[in-house]
């Protein structure tokens, strides 16, 4: 059974930083492209970023680039989400997702839970 | 970037009837389109991929359609599970792009 589990929200402070996780289990995770998507309170879904499946291509929204940056180990079946200078915008749910294709860029088919950012003073 | 607008932003609708959600892109996507459900306090779960392909487990009665930069999700015949928030999604580019989502609530 595929599962994503994503882990490091909480509430931190404007102009701190994040470091989000997410474990994935029961798909070999080194064959697929992986990303994160967030959805701020009472909002829709926004996409974050992207990486390929050795961690070579990296896409990240516009509204985080040079903030964020994602990342993973293929080694540890894990992705990473680095969230630097936050901001009161970036509080949203963030998911990880996988996708649906292997070795390819493609839609979403597995989603974790999500793991809240909250970003306040 | 490429923008995608879903209408309507709301949809009342009854248990039976057919519905149908609109998505436009700003330029062209070829056929990479998805779309989603999304439920209260859940993430998003895929129902169509690639504008017209169903994902596996999902029911018959949703279908995708279009092409370039005019797409429609239906329902064919509403259930009381499928009373949701719906979002289109291009994966043209690599910059994904969702709609602003469609919630078909209870008429």
């Known amino acids: 059974e595929v599962q994503l589990v994503e882990s490091g929200g909480g509430l931190v402070q404007p102009g701190g930083s994040l470091r989000l996780s997410c474990a994935a289990s029961g798909f070999s995770f080194s064959t697929y492209w992986m990303s994160w998507v967030r959805q701020a309170p009472g909002k829709g879904l926004e996409w974050v970023a992207n990486i390929n499946e050795g961690g070579s291509e990296k896409y990240h929204v516009d509204s985080v680039k040079g903030r964020f940056t994602i990342s993973r180990d293929n080694a540890k079946n894990s992705l990473y989400l680095q969230m630097n200078s936050l901001r009161a915008e970036d509080t949203a749910v963030y998911y990880c997702?996988?996708?649906?294709?292997?070795?390819?860029?493609?839609?979403?088919?597995?989603w974790g839970q999500g793991t809240l950012v909250t970003v306040s003073s | 970037d490429i923008q995608m607008t879903q209408s309507p932003s709301t949809l009342s609708a009854s248990v039976g009837d057919r519905v149908t959600i609109t998505c436009r892109a700003s330029q062209s996507i070829s056929s990479w389109l998805a779309w989603y459900q999304q439920k209260p306090g859940k993430a998003p779960k895929l129902l169509i991929y690639k504008t017209s392909s169903l994902e596996s487990g999902v029911p018959s009665r949703f279908s995708g359609s279009g092409s370039g930069t005019e797409f429609t999700l239906t329902i064919s015949s509403l259930q009381p599970d499928d009373f949701a928030t719906y979002y289109c999604q291009q994966y043209n580019s690599y910059s994904w792009t969702f709609g602003q989502g469609t919630k078909v609530e209870i008429k």
């Open positions: 997702a996988r996708g649906r294709v292997e070795y390819s860029s493609s839609t979403f088919d597995y």
